[in-house]
């Protein structure tokens, strides 16, 4: 969770230190979709970090793939899922090229990805998932809401900047507010009570864009 300014290095970075995002266990939002049922079939984790979330479904069965821009993130990943017994197949790659990972999901999720685009990037994403969701299939994303006062931690996303961006070749299943668990640590940012506050949305593939 950084903003669209933030790159490699300084995602680098702070894995050395303390990521707020790096929470000791899958997001509270995704425990909720996987046990009302809403997380089907393969999954993709795109921007998966140390990968609590696609260590999870790993464990309630799923077929999980997960990639992440950030190598640290990524080997951190790979420890815990050998240390865990799970097999997950972590990798380095970017979430704006899903079709070099050459295949499918019926199920991609994000979770503090989508708000770290720039606009030009948040299109090249959109399209980007296009490629790896088969028509039907599902993309649960958790991002940063325009609800969360202040300026600190990443971009603000509204409600409608999400429509937008999903307008062609989608569907809007369901969205609606929630709270990131973040790290909380003397000096880190300073965040609504109970942790940020975060769009829920579920988006299915309808289609492809109209041109």
Known sequence: MSSPKFGREQFESMYQEIAPWD?????????????????????????CGTGENALYLASRGHEVWAIDFVPVAIE????????RGFNVRFQVGSALELEKLGRQFDTVIDCGLF????DDDRSTYVASLAKALPIGGHFH???????EPGTEGPR??????????FRDGWALKAMHGTKFETVDY???????????KAWLVTIVRKGEPMH
């Open 141 to 147: 994303v958790m991002c940063f809401s325009d609800q």
């Open 23 to 47: 929470i000791a266990g899958p997001q509270p939002a995704f425990v909720g979709l996987e046990e009302a049922g809403t997380i089907l079939g393969s999954v993709l984790d795109a921007g």
């Open 76 to 83: 951190r990943a790979k420890a815990k899922a050998q240390e």
């Open 115 to 118: 708000h770290t685009f720039s």
């Open 186 to 196: 003397p000096g880190g940012p300073q965040f609504s009570p109970g942790g940020p």
């Open 156 to 165: 603000r996303i509204t409600q409608q900047e999400i429509l937008d961006s």
